[in-house]
């Protein structure tokens, strides 16, 4: 069982490097872990999201916060 399906999601990116490898992946893990489905079935119903969407859409989000992080620099060069 794992604590925190977001959690979980982004450590697979992160580790993984890439969106397209987590995603597969976790599409992978699904398959074999029927807990771990329904946790995601869950998480997807109280974030509004469709299974199909649900991780994609935390991947554009995490990807977005991390482009955010960028932005907040200042260029010393200007």
Known sequence: MYNDIETFITDLI???GSYDIARAEFTRILADDPELTMQYKEWCEENGYTERTGFDELADS???SDDSVWDTLNDFDE
């Open 14 to 16: 992160r580790q993984s």
């Open 62 to 64: 995490l990807r977005d």
